[in-house]
């Protein structure tokens, strides 16, 4: 890594290789390397701001790079990385690492503390949180009013239930599938297939 100011790389010294908190945030205890790192925090986590609107959606993120990496995936359909392993393609750099980490390398660095449950993402594990421990369900089906803990469920709900979408077909009878897991279970009991 280069650094053009000689305080700047005294500072990524300090925060990363020698692991220096010296901020501590007032509300919830937690410590933070640099100040601009606590204010952030402070503002995004404990006020709920969100500054950044993308202009062609209603979309908004807390931080600048979060809206730029949201228009060039979602709005413009860049996918500039793309993985080795599996082709899969992103339209973030570290989408793309986290994917390789939680995925490929099968990192689950967040744990649930009251289930032991493991999670490769910080946001897989809030939601598993509040979806089962908590019992909320925050997302509602505007077709049937049905209510879901996950925004994934209830998009997949809409898909199979409401537009009777079945996505997933068998390579050896063609049969097909509202979702990929049962479409491995049809392959396995039906063909004696394995999923390695």
């Known amino acids: 890594m280069k ?3 000689k305080s700047t790389l005294l500072m990524h010294h300090k ?16 410590k933070f390397g640099q100040k601009c790192t606590l204010i952030l925090h402070q ?6 701001r969100r500054d950044y609107s993308c202009d062609k959606c209603e979309k908004k993120f807390t931080q600048k790079a979060n809206l730029f990496y949201h228009q060039n995936s979602v709005h413009e359909g860049r996918e500039d990385y793309s993985c080795d392993k ?4 992103f339209g973030a750099r570290r989408t793309w690492i986290l994917h390789q980490k939680t995925i490929h ?8 503390d009251k289930c032991a449950k493991k999670f490769g993402q910080k946001g897989h594990l809030l939601v598993h949180r509040i979806a089962i421990h908590e019992g909320r369900k925050d997302y509602a089906c505007d077709r049937c009013e049905k209510k879901f803990g996950r925004k994934t469920t209830l998009l997949m709900h809409q898909k199979t239930v409401h537009e009777g979408r079945k996505d ?3 390579s050896y009878c063609e049969k097909k599938f509202a979702q990929k897991p ?3 279970y049809h392959q396995k009991a039906v063909h004696e297939v394995r999923k390695d």
């Open 43 to 48: 503002r995004t986590v404990h006020e709920g």
């Open 168 to 170: 997933f077909a068998c």
């Open 15 to 30: 925060t990363v290789h020698e692991g220096s908190k010296e901020y501590s945030c007032n509300n919830c205890e937690k």
């Open 86 to 89: 599996c082709e899969k393609k």
């Open 182 to 184: 049962s479409l491995f």
């Open 105 to 112: 390398e099968g990192h689950q660095d967040y744990t649930c």
């Open 3 to 5: 650094f053009g100011v």
